[in-house]
């Protein structure tokens, strides 16, 4: 999951970026409205946490623009304000929950979960191929009837793969997408999780889905649930 937080302050924005990386998001920060904006208007992002109060642009007027672009992304905003009537100004401009400083990191994930799962109905709220199922709101993963442990790192990696089933990703591609896009990422790591998830995922099932093709990446192989029921 990508999360895009809009935060001026660095020492908030640095304990919530760490604690969603190791929940397994994949985050990106701007540090006021108007790269806020630019960043969710140009990027794909599966949830939106924005501060009130930012430079440049406030986060109601961010808000504003993007519902005006008809941008559905699931937004959380963030406040040091408290009283309902700021509350009332930001979901009558949009957005979906309110969180007011200082909160707990337990409420803010529980917060961001719930949203995943009020996401839009367009959004496919199960991925899968064969028998490989994943529900990302929930942090659920099957293969057949059998539920999978997966580490958030894991968890990511697998949906991430999972959402271009079918293509080919490279390991540079998997680890902006899996890591954080400015980590100094060893592209040996890369290789490592996919050894964890195939692991779990493909050698006590007997299947072979993530496929190595040399020089380029990995591939999730789609394989149409109908033909695995008929392989069994």
């Avoid at 304990?15 to 998001?25: H, I, K, Q, T």
């Avoid at 995943?116 to 994943?134: K, M, V």
């Amino acid at each position: 999951m990508r999360v895009l937080l809009v935060e001026d302050d660095s020492a908030i924005a640095d304990a919530v970026l760490r604690g969603l990386d190791a929940e397994g998001f994949v985050t990106e920060r701007a540090a006021d409205g108007i790269t806020g904006l630019w960043m969710a208007q140009e990027s794909e992002f599966d949830l939106l946490i924005l501060d009130i109060m930012l430079p440049g642009l406030s986060g109601y007027e961010v808000c504003r623009r993007l519902r005006a672009s008809e941008s559905r992304v699931p937004i959380l905003m963030l406040t040091a304000k408290d009283g309902e009537y700021d509350e009332a100004d930001a979901l009558d401009l949009g957005a979906d929950d309110y969180l007011t400083k200082p909160f707990s990191f337990v409420v803010l994930l529980a917060r961001l979960r719930a949203l995943l799962r009020r996401a839009p109905a367009s959004r496919e709220p199960i991925l899968g191929s064969g028998t490989l199922r994943l529900d990302p709101s929930r942090a659920r993963c099957w293969r057949g009837d059998v539920e999978i442990s997966l580490t958030a790192r894991e968890f990511a990696l697998t949906e991430f793969l999972l959402r271009r089933k079918g293509h080919v990703v490279s390991r540079n591609t998997i680890a902006e997408h899996v890591w954080n896009a400015e980590l100094d990422i060893d592209s040996n790591i890369v290789e490592v999780y996919i050894g964890y998830v195939r692991r779990k995922l493909d050698r006590p099932f007997g299947t072979n889905d993530i496929t190595t093709v040399r020089g380029l990446g990995y591939r999730l192989n789609d394989t149409p649930l109908s033909e695995t029921e008929s392989a069994s």
